[in-house]
């Protein structure tokens, strides 16, 4: 084999590898990503049952509703419009009625979102981020009142 | 007064660092000794001042000092001695800290053992290493200071986010940034490199135990904190493919590539471009990696705080080293020598596809983290790249690498014969085969990937034990004479065999972690019994406890299987009253390599709970893989052959394992 021949067949293993890692990113990329929806993005986009998205917004305080074998029901708002939302099983230790969430699954043909998966965040200190955004969309989200928190030393404790 | 001093000795730090960044390079270009001996001593002193500097924001937090605005934020007087210690990095400016004084204690190390190094070689290196220094200590001096004081000061701290209250902050986030900050001292020899317009493979022999070094505490680092996420969070899972995971993993895959492409450009002088710019590639990935969880773009459970200058200051950061280093390796590139030649099918050519895979995965990796910011900066559309995007592309890619991975050692350099090798791997295949059928057989309708990676893994297992076999020629001849030839393998070697054997083996962890677990979950009342896989879990009921800084309420499970009690499992959700946050600490019951993981869910006011009840057969292997690996790396590191080249205290060399 020449050494330009040796280029050749490097060059060519590396453009196949690389050609083939494109060919499943693209494939993956439109089978497997998931879109953030607001309550609102999905009332007006009019998202098509069964689509797998993600729903995020603040947990309607009072909506929560245990049923039986580990069965949740709860809103989910963004201040505007409201999602119904149905989950079977533990919900996370920072999930709170007036907090943050993120849930993902698709809506039935009811209009009730069925979760398979409820986020909330991790810390307190902070709303996903995604949620925020979206708030801050409709005009809900105090962006003033947050800087002030920031701002302000921490509270004394006696 | 200690935390002035603290801050003073940063800014002190940052004083050397900008000497060290500027008099050496020039003193290399001038070919004065005299500038470029500054850099030794100048990185000693750095070191200090940093560490200086990080003993007191340590004492702070120790003595629980809380007119520091960080340690208000972030500590809280009853939490626990090591927990306040810890708290030091539980934050993003502590954490910044963590990584400069890392960063600090290289470029020391760089300047205390490498003596031998060429004088011109050993000031670009350390002038490299003072750019980044200048860069991080200019960003925590401006953008984050540690320091700050209150001027009234209240007389208790906010507390450590619960989460992080765990022994697994004061393991993983050291040993992952001595990962990341390793993989600059290959970056800056790459840079020294084009600046020079000179490599051969003694600079590859000097980059090696680096990379190597770097290499072996990110895959430790990267395994505590999956085995950190795995007991704490309560969810069961090890890997999440979450962004700040992903950023730990692009450097980690590019610095396997680069160890690889390494002993290429050592032992033939082939290479050479490709390996400088992996060593590049993966400092820049690490700096990637510290933008995505310092400049607060995702949310995770790594990230501190968002605070936009910051994030702006840490791209400019980015953007300066990254797209500087790519200019320079674009512009000197070609000035250095081409190496030598070699038959496609030869040892070379198996660590070129090596190479191959490990970037394309990385690159994989890459695209499904930066997506979804890239599409909502142009489109505005939110989306979430989650497992599944992952599953279809790097494990696909991983699968024909997984498969090359025996051949490799087995090969010779310059001319392989595939043939021979194939042979000398039948044995391997042909068990793997079996055992690949024989799962196949015994789960029946079970998922069809499982047995197909329990081959695979066994095929990497046995294909590593059959390099050492034909070595040693352990088979064919006497015992003894096998022996001996065992001892006088390279360590190298060893090393090489025991790092693949360790993926196999985390392999195995993950097929039987994701296709043979079993999961329950249930509401139950005391006296109820779950069951899973012949486990009889009985609810004795649950009492309150009383910790150092909160409460817990522990719930008693007995644990039998069949007429046998085997154990007792305490899950518990602890109660953080400085937050108001709970957690929950899940129960591990060890079966072998398999656990039975027990976490709860709601409380309720009736005295039901809700449990999560898995049966992950396998799962510890995932962990006694990586540390494997890590072992075979570490194995590698103590060979003779890195070490050998100039007369020096072995006693040293032995604990610092320095570039020569």
Known sequence: MTRRQRRLLLLGAGLGVLGLAAALVLSALKDSIVFFNSPSDIVEKRVTPGTRIRLGGLVAPGSLERGSELAVRFQVTDGNRAISVAYRGILPDLFREGQGVIAEGALDTAGVFKADNVLAKHDEKYMPREVADALKKQGYWKDDAQKRDAARPPRQVP | ?660
């Open chain 2, 1 to 660: 007064m200690i935390a002035e001093a603290g801050h003073y000795a940063l800014v002190l730090a940052l004083g050397l660092a900008v000497v060290q960044a500027l008099v050496p390079m020039l003193g290399a270009r001038w070919r004065d000794p005299a500038m470029m001996a500054v850099a030794g001593p100048a990185a000693l002193a750095q070191f200090g001042f940093v560490a200086l500097a990080f003993a007191a924001l340590a004492t702070s937090y120790v003595m629980s000092d809380f007119s520091v605005a960080n340690v208000v934020e972030n500590s809280h007087s009853a939490m626990p001695l090591i927990y306040r210690f810890t708290s030091v990095w539980g934050n993003h400016e502590g954490s910044m800290l963590l990584w400069i004084f890392i960063l600090a204690l290289f470029g020391a190390l760089v300047a205390a053992f490498g003596r031998n190094l060429p004088a011109t070689l050993k000031a670009n290196v350390l002038a490299v290493q003072a750019w980044i220094a200048t860069a991080f200590l200019l960003f925590i001096l401006l953008a984050s200071n540690p320091f700050l004081r209150l001027a009234d000061a209240p007389f208790e701290g906010r507390d450590l986010n619960p989460i992080l209250q765990d022994l697994g902050l004061a393991i993983h986030p050291p040993i992952l940034y001595v990962g990341y900050v390793g993989c600059s001292i290959s970056f800056s020899f790459a840079i020294a490199a084009l600046l020079e317009g000179r490599i051969d493979a003694a600079w590859a022999r000097w980059v090696r135990p680096w990379t190597l070094a770097a290499w072996i505490f990110l895959t430790l680092g990267i395994s505590m904190g999956s085995y950190w996420a795995y007991y704490e969070l309560g969810w069961g899972g090890w890997w999440f493919w979450d962004p700040v995971e992903n950023a730990s993993l692009m450097p980690w895959l590019s610095a396997t590539a680069l160890l690889h492409s390494a002993v290429v450009m050592e032992k033939r002088d082939a290479l050479k471009v490709w390996t400088i710019l992996l060593a590049i590639l993966s400092f820049s990935l690490s700096l990637l990696g510290t933008f995505l969880v310092r400049s607060g773009v995702l949310t995770s459970v790594h990230t501190f705080a968002s605070d936009p200058t910051r994030g702006v200051f840490i791209l400019a950061i980015l953007v300066f080293f990254v797209g500087g280093s790519l200019a320079l390796f674009a512009w000197r590139a070609p000035v250095l020598k081409q190496g030598g030649l070699f038959a496609p099918i030869s040892r070379e050519g198996a660590l070129v596809y090596n190479n191959l895979f490990l970037t394309s995965a990385c690159a994989t990796v890459f695209v499904g983290t930066l997506y979804p910011l890239a599409l909502e900066a142009l489109t505005g559309d939110k989306i979430s790249v989650g497992a599944p995007f992952f599953n279809a592309t790097f494990g696909p890619l991983l699968v024909p690498l997984l498969l090359a991975m025996p051949f490799g050692p087995l090969l010779a350099w310059k001319r392989g014969d595939l043939l021979a090798v194939a042979q000398r791997l039948s044995g391997a295949a042909a068990i793997a085969v079996a055992a690949l059928v024989a799962a196949f057989a015994y789960q029946g309708a079970g998922p069809v990937l499982a047995p197909i990676g329990l081959g695979l893994g066994l095929f990497v297992i046995l294909g590593a034990l059959t390099d050492l076999a034909e070595r040693t020629q352990v088979l064919r001849v006497r015992f003894k004479v096998a022996l001996a030839r065992a001892l006088g393998l390279p360590r190298a070697t060893w090393g090489t065999a025991l790092a693949h054997l360790g993926v196999g083996v985390a392999l195995l962890g993950i097929v039987g972690e994701t296709q043979w677990s079993a999961e329950r979950i249930a509401s139950i009342k005391p006296g109820d019994v779950v069951s899973l896989r012949g486990y009889d879990l009985t609810f004795e009921g649950s009492v309150p406890r009383a910790g150092p800084n909160y409460r817990e309420l522990v719930a008693r499970f007995t644990v039998r299987r069949g007429a046998e009690t085997i154990a007792v499992l305490e899950p518990a959700k602890r109660t953080f009253a400085a937050r108001n946050m709970t957690t929950t600490e899940a129960a591990l019951l060890t079966r072998g390599v398999g656990q039975i993981y027990l976490s709860l869910g709601d409380v309720n006011s009736d005295g039901s709970v809700a449990v999560r009840l898995y049966d992950k057969p396998l799962v510890l292997l995932i962990w006694i893989g990586t540390l494997v690996m890590a072992a075979g790396g570490a194995l590698s590191l103590s060979d003779r052959r890195l070490r050998v080249g100039a007369p020096k205290p072995a006693r040293d060399r032995a604990a610092m394992q320095p570039a020569e």
